[in-house]
């Protein structure tokens, strides 16, 4: 699987989100997308799933695999941070 039919959610309007989830279903032919988020986005990434499952592409696609983990680093003052992220695969029926 590459990071091509990958989704990236951040400070962008969500239905950006949503359609580019839809497109690489329905334009790019893609068997597979994962939607991943990190820290304050993760629940904009469970947000733009459902909508894409439920509502533009209702019955087409199933959330095949959910993964979380959180990541540590150093943030600019030099102090140690977690944050965690989320990757939610689906897949089209």
Known sequence: MSD???VFIGNKPFMN???????QFTSKGASEVIV?????FISRAVDVVEVS??????????VKDIQINS???????????????????????
């Open 71 to 93: 990541e540590q680093f150093e943030n600019k003052e030099g102090k140690q941070v977690r944050v965690s992220n989320i990757e939610i695969t689906l897949i089209k029926k």
């Open 4 to 6: 091509d039919n990958s």
């Open 36 to 40: 991943k988020a990190r820290g304050k």
């Open 17 to 23: 989100y949503v359609t580019s989830v839809v497109m």
């Open 53 to 62: 499952r439920k509502r533009f592409m209702e019955n087409s696609i199933d």
